[in-house]
């Protein structure tokens, strides 16, 4: 009678989960904004793709929920006094998903591959830091020496970057490529190990048993649905046919709010304009700075942006801590930008332009999307209020828009970054690069930037990089906007997730909480 009662059990649980479209009582369900291109993190570079990768790949060091690098597939690892060689020391017995051992072999192929110009990576800058980009050895299987061109004191995060990720040489090499685009021989390091990848529909992963760590990993199995389309997605999540995704509607967050679904995760982010500082008339300071002073965010974020979003007076966004004091950067830093606009008007007549000599013709460009187009449409009404300027604003699609701003064929444009890794040189790094979209080459800034690359002093080295941030606005290289947050909705009884302010969640020890669970 009891083995009957327990079969009966059984179906009717197995009936249940079946109905509510999850397949396992162990089963979380994340459904994906977008199809992956592949899953080689060497290569991919949007957030879609790391999110997996994340869950199926495992670094030299992983990001704990306090977002601090934690030893990984290195058990532990020592740095020489001037802050340029790290020596990592693997685990012991660590394997790939097929039992195959992992190597320090396999992580010295994995990062020079990524610098490889045969290769192509968008991701080999990431790199850079290591000396001639390979400074790379094995010196056995479990002992990998890295040497840097200069003290990194976010080396350890960084290794926890997709692109640092190993990846699995010999199945590389058979099928170079297409051994990442599909689940058949895929090979993975990470917590969970993919099983099947039914395209543009959804990506199955389970357990895997063979990763260093697995008696931390708690669920069975986790499903990445794949929809492109924010009401179904939401009505995935609403009807308990998936657990969790994100941006929903912002016209939906109040009933959210009331269901207990939505949530906002912290997002190192920021949304911004960028001029082409060499472009007229923006090739004049005192007009980028009368656009600048002329923009005023607060009506913006009440009632075009919303979702939680912070107003932006600098570039570097909250969330970053200077480690020598354990503030946050940008409340040391303060604001950089305020809103006036009568000294807008001021500078833009000191640059010699008013009724009787109006400014050339200028276009706004933003790749196209409903809330790019409102933002747009915004600032377009207040330099118009402001300053008294007809603004035109044109779209283009996202792979265009992207070229056409990388070439610098525009004179103000729609821009975004998200950190790559946890530390301020992430943001203020990106406009020392030669190829930076604002055409900005100001040799101060570029001494500065590499003055706190070259410094092993923590104090010394954020000094430097306020001193930066303040040349930027000094030169009025962007006009930022807002400061990102990450907008989801999660069903309560999902638990044990983290969101790195990266833009990624990890599911390594995720669970169901069945006392929540309606």
């Known amino acids: 009678m009891k083995k009957l009662l327990l079969l009966l059990s059984c179906l009717l649980t197995a ?55 934690q030893p990984a597939l290195a058990e532990s690892w020592d740095i020489s006094p001037d802050g340029k060689t790290y020596t990592f020391h693997l685990r012991p017995g660590i394997e790939w998903s097929d039992g195959t051992p992992i190597t320090a072999g396999d992580i010295e192929y994995s990062w020079k591959r990524v610098v490889n110009p045969d290769v192509a990576s968008d991701n080999a800058y990431m790199l850079f830091c290591i000396d001639n980009a390979v400074g790379v050895k094995a010196v056995d ?105 994100v941006e929903p509607p912002p016209a939906d967050q109040e009933r959210l709010e ?4 939505y949530k906002i995760a912290p997002y190192l982010g920021a949304y911004y304009y960028v001029f082409n500082v060499q472009k007229k008339p923006f090739d004049d300071v005192r007009v980028r700075k009368a656009f600048a002073l002329a923009v005023q965010r607060q009506g913006l974020m009440k009632y075009i942006v919303r979702g939680e979003k912070e107003a932006a007076y600098a570039w570097v966004p909250p969330g970053l801590k200077d480690k020598a004091t354990g503030r946050d950067f940008r409340k040391e830093g303060g604001n950089l930008i305020a809103e006036d606009p009568a000294k807008a008007r001021q500078l833009l007549k000191e640059a010699g332009y008013d009724d009787q000599h109006p400014l050339p013709e200028v276009t706004l460009l933003f790749n196209t999307n409903e809330m790019h187009k409102a933002v747009a449409e915004a600032l377009q ?39 790559d890794y946890i530390d301020p040189m992430t943001f203020l790094d990106v406009f020392a690069d030669d190829e930076n979209d604002a055409q900005y080459h100001n ?10 690359k070259a410094s092993n002093d923590e104090r010394q080295r954020m000094a430097y990089l306020h001193e930066a941030e303040q040349m930027l606005f000094d030169d009025c290289v962007i006009i930022p906007l807002y400061y990102t947050t990450q907008p989801y909705v999660a069903q309560p009884y999902i ?6 302010p990266l833009g990624l969640v990890d599911f390594k020890k995720a669970y169901i909480d069945e006392s929540e669970r309606k």
Not at 387 to 399: A, F
Not at 445 to 452: E, P, T, V
Request: net charge negative.
């Open 141 to 245: 299987d479990r002992t990998l020496v890295v040497r840097l061109k200069e003290p990194t004191p976010y080396f350890l995060n960084l290794t926890a970057f997709h692109c640092y990720y190993p990846v699995p040489r010999k199945l590389v090499e058979a099928k170079p490529d297409t051994w990442a685009a599909d689940a058949d021989g895929m090979v993975c390091s990470g917590p969970y190990k993919i099983v099947s990848w039914n395209h543009s529909s959804e990506i199955e992963v389970v357990k895997n048993d063979r990763y260093w760590d697995a008696g931390s990993v708690i669920l069975d199995h986790l499903d990445f649905p794949i929809s492109d389309s924010q009401a179904t997605r939401l009505t995935l999540v609403e009807s308990n046919q998936a657990n969790m995704t």
């Open 495 to 500: 638990k044990g997730y983290h969101w790195s």
């Open 381 to 419: 009404a207040m330099w118009k209020e402001n300053l008294g300027v007809d603004v035109n604003i044109t779209n283009q699609e996202s792979k265009v828009f992207m070229a056409t701003r990388a070439q610098g064929d525009y004179q103000l444009a729609r821009a975004s970054w998200i950190a």
């Open 443 to 452: 040799p101060a800034y570029n001494a500065l930037i590499a003055k706190a």
């Open 15 to 69: 009936v249940l989960f079946s109905g509510c479209g999850i397949q396992h009582p162990y089963t979380v369900s994340y459904v994906l904004e977008a199809e992956p291109s592949r899953l080689d993190p060497a290569m991919t570079t949007a957030l879609v793709e790391s999110n997996v990768e994340l869950q199926i790949f495992e670094g030299l060091t992983r990001l704990d929920d306090d977002d601090v690098p």
């Open 258 to 261: 009331q269901m207990g679904l």
